[in-house]
Each structure stands twice: as C-alpha cells, then as structure tokens.
C-alpha cells in the first residue's frame, strides 16, 4: 500500500450520517474553494429516469463544512470499492479527486472528495427553488424519497451546528405540502 493513498474521505451529505463503513476516526472538517448544493438529478438513489429526484455536489466557489472520515487501514480496498460503487457506479455524475481539507483538530489532510461532473448528463445546475422543491417532493429512488434524503441532510447539519440557508429553504419548501407539486419539472437534460 503506497504511502499516496488518501486516508480520509470528505462528507458534505449523506456521507456525513451515513458512511456505510466504520471509520476509526471522524472529524469535522472544511473544504476550500467549494459549496454543497443540490444540483444533480437523481435517477438511481432518490429518483427514476421518469421522475428524477435531486442530489447533493459540490460546485466551485466558497467554502463546504463537513465530516471527514478516516479510512480503516484494514479494510482500505474494501472500503474504496464501496465508494467507488456508491458515489461513481450508480448515478455516476460525480468525479473522485483528491483535495486538501482543513480538519477542526488543526490538520490539513488530504481526502478522497466527490465533485459534481458538471458535463454529466444528470448534472441540474442552479434551479429555482419551486423546481427543486417539486423534484425533491415527488423523488423516490433505491434508497428511499428525496424529501426524507433533504430532510436527513438538514437534520444532521443542524446537529452538526452547521446551517445553510439555502439547504434549509428547500427542505421546508419541500416538506410544505404533502401532495406532488403540479409545477413544471425539466424538459430536457442538461449536457
């Protein structure tokens, strides 16, 4: 095993509270020069190509507060296959890459992170709020619904001590009605 490998993989989402792996350390962590945003189409995780939901990336600019897990030495490969499956193989807009993050203990490591692919087919972009409310209502992938994914997501930042308004504007649009929205959804994806 090459001393190259990165040891810690950065989480601004669902990898914050639910890994799927055990980490021998967990911290919280910064990432530079990008920010959480919900601007990929689901279609395997919390959507269907018919009806997709819509997912966390990073896009440029800013800053991300997160968590950072450490991967277990032990069970290194493994672990990489399993991220390898979860964030590339299913909905596979996002591109792995290696970037330095500031962890809260004062380290500066560097960590697998997860990018938005913002040629992928899936990627959204920025979307008006009501749009993006409507595709989180309706969304229902794999995993489960793109309400209960958004509202995860809000829940464990706030017990994080981490806000994002933003993030927070959605859920609740979102969560407002339990009936599908009639507003227009995309036509056409993005290229």
């Known amino acids: 095993m090459s001393a190259a490998k990165p040891r810690w ?19 919280p962590a910064r990432l530079q020069g990008w920010h959480r945003a919900f601007c990929i189409y689901s279609e395997h995780y919390r959507g269907t190509p018919k009806q997709p939901g819509l ?12 968590l950072a897990h450490r991967l277990p030495a032990a069970a290194y490969d ?13 909905d596979g807009v996002y591109e792995e890459t290696i970037r330095p993050i500031h962890l809260d203990d004062g380290r500066t490591v560097p960590a697998l992170v997860y ?6 087919r899936q990627f959204a972009g920025r979307l008006p709020l009501a749009t993006a409310a409507a595709l989180v209502r309706r969304g229902r992938g794999a995993t489960g619904t793109n309400l209960d994914y958004v509202l995860n997501t809000v829940a ?31 036509t056409s994806r993005r290229t």
């Open 78 to 90: 493994e672990v990489r296959r399993y991220l390898i499956h979860r964030e590339i193989d299913n």
């Open 9 to 27: 993989v950065f989480g601004y989402g669902s990898l914050m509270w639910n890994p799927g792996f055990a980490t021998p350390e967990t911290q």
């Open 115 to 120: 990018l938005a692919d913002r040629k992928h």
């Open 156 to 186: 464990h930042m706030g017990d994080l001590g981490l806000h994002d308004p933003a993030l927070e504007a959605l859920a609740k649009r979102a969560a407002v009605s339990g009936a599908p929205s009639r507003s227009r959804t995309r």
């Open 55 to 66: 997912i966390l990336g990073l896009l440029p600019g800013g800053a991300c507060r997160g």
